[in-house]
């Protein structure tokens, strides 16, 4: 093919949308550039014109393979052969690209679901503590992860001193939305290294695998090593203007008596005499209103029967 001869607009599609698909699946630095030209290109009078000034120049230095491949896709010394068709060009790319996120975003639950499903790892108290300053150095300047790991620090706070375990609500997009990076070292903390249990609460039925799942605290974490590791986390104040990821709340689900802290169950002990001193005075206290009631009512009963005579 000559530079300057004209083919159908079938055959510059169709090594358009190869371009677009290099670019989108295999991150190619020159069918990036190609597309950048196309879609910003100048129209006037009926003329799209390539604008090259503001390319890269590690991809001006590869003159030849970029005249060339434009030449495929219908475009010659800069001017679009076809420029009624532009529109179709634009089409072409949007739907490429639609396709690759899509895949992608199926991929992604797909390893999702089998990170969800893997089979825990066994963690010392040590390596957890290690771990968790791990994630938290590296994620806590992410936006998108700054509500989780304030949502993580809600969790083991209400844990403490409770007989029951705390329970964390959100949706499966929580790991997905923040990158694949994330999402690996999220589900890996929270089932790997600090040994949470999981339930979805509310399937997706849209198809997108974004499940209601309701996340439950270690039985395995007592309450001195929850301190430990409450103590890795930033300030609080740090999160001022964060909301916390999802619902956090206490379960119906027992916690082992031995991991809660000496402390919350002296304090109950303490609580308990008084508990019973105030059931046997409010006892009393009836008992005392009931005779009083019933003193009364003999002393009333005569003056009303001599009112009666």
Same mark, same amino acid.
């Given at each position: 093919?000559?530079?300057?001869?004209? #083919?159908?607009?079938?055959?510059? =599609?169709?090594?358009?949308?190869?371009?677009?698909?290099?670019?989108?699946?295999?991150?190619?630095?020159?069918?990036?550039?190609?597309?950048?030209?196309?879609?910003?290109?100048?129209?006037?009078?009926?003329?799209?014109?390539?604008?090259?000034?503001?390319?890269?120049?590690?991809?001006?230095?590869?003159?030849?393979? %970029?005249?060339?491949?434009?030449?495929?896709?219908?475009?010659?010394?800069?001017?679009?052969? !076809?420029?009624?068709?532009?529109?179709?060009? !634009?089409?072409?790319?949007?739907?490429?690209?639609?396709?690759?996120?899509?895949?992608?975003?199926?991929?992604?639950?797909?390893?999702?679901?089998? #990170?969800?499903?893997?089979?825990?790892?066994?963690?010392?108290?040590?390596?957890?503590?290690?771990?968790?300053?791990?994630?938290?150095?590296?994620?806590?300047?992410?936006?998108?992860?700054?509500?989780?790991?304030?949502?993580?620090?809600?969790?083991?706070? %209400?844990?403490?001193?409770?007989?029951? %375990?705390?329970?964390?609500?959100?949706?499966?997009?929580?790991?997905?939305?923040?990158?694949?990076?994330?999402?690996?070292?999220?589900?890996?903390? !929270?089932?790997?290294?600090?040994?949470?249990?999981?339930?979805?609460?509310?399937?997706?039925?849209?198809?997108?695998?974004?499940? =209601?799942?309701?996340?439950?605290?270690?039985?395995? %974490?007592?309450?001195?090593? *929850?301190?430990?590791?409450?103590?890795?986390?930033?300030?609080?104040?740090?999160?001022?203007?964060?909301?916390?990821?999802?619902?956090?709340?206490?379960?119906?689900?027992?916690?082992?008596?031995?991991? *809660?802290?000496?402390?919350?169950?002296?304090?109950?002990?303490?609580?308990?005499?008084?508990?019973?001193?105030?059931?046997?005075?409010? !006892?009393?206290?009836?008992?005392?209103?009931?005779?009083?009631?019933?003193?009364?009512?003999?002393?009333?009963?005569?003056?009303?029967?001599?009112?009666?005579?």
């Amino acid at each position: 093919m000559t530079s300057g001869s004209l #083919l159908s607009i079938e055959t510059y =599609l169709k090594e358009w949308e190869n371009i677009c698909s290099n670019f989108y699946v295999n991150n190619d630095e020159l069918a990036g550039t190609i597309i950048g030209l196309v879609e910003f290109a100048s129209h006037s009078d009926e003329t799209i014109t390539l604008n090259f000034s503001d390319i890269d120049q590690t991809v001006a230095g590869k003159k030849e393979d %970029l005249e060339k491949l434009l030449n495929k896709i219908g475009f010659v010394n800069g001017i679009m052969l !076809l420029p009624q068709e532009y529109n179709k060009y !634009l089409e072409a790319k949007r739907k490429i690209r639609s396709e690759f996120h899509h895949k992608k975003a199926t991929q992604l639950y797909e390893e999702l679901d089998r #990170l969800l499903n893997s089979k825990p790892a066994q963690y010392t108290p040590l390596h957890r503590r290690s771990e968790l300053s791990t994630f938290i150095n590296q994620y806590k300047n992410s936006v998108g992860a700054k509500s989780f790991i304030k949502g993580l620090l809600h969790i083991f706070k %209400l844990q403490l001193n409770q007989p029951i %375990l705390a329970s964390w609500t959100f949706l499966d997009d929580i790991f997905t939305q923040n990158g694949p990076d994330f999402m690996r070292a999220s589900v890996n903390l !929270l089932i790997n290294v600090l040994s949470f249990t999981h339930t979805v609460q509310q399937a997706d039925e849209s198809g997108q695998d974004d499940n =209601l799942r309701t996340w439950y605290m270690s039985s395995l %974490l007592s309450d001195s090593e *929850i301190k430990l590791l409450i103590g890795i986390f930033p300030k609080e104040n740090t999160f001022n203007n964060v909301r916390a990821t999802g619902t956090i709340e206490l379960s119906s689900q027992q916690r082992p008596a031995e991991m *809660i802290s000496s402390e919350g169950n002296i304090s109950k002990l303490c609580y308990l005499p008084f508990k019973i001193l105030l059931f046997w005075w409010s !006892l009393a206290k009836l008992c005392l209103n009931f005779c009083s009631g019933i003193i009364g009512f003999k002393k009333n009963k005569p003056s009303v029967s001599s009112e009666l005579v």
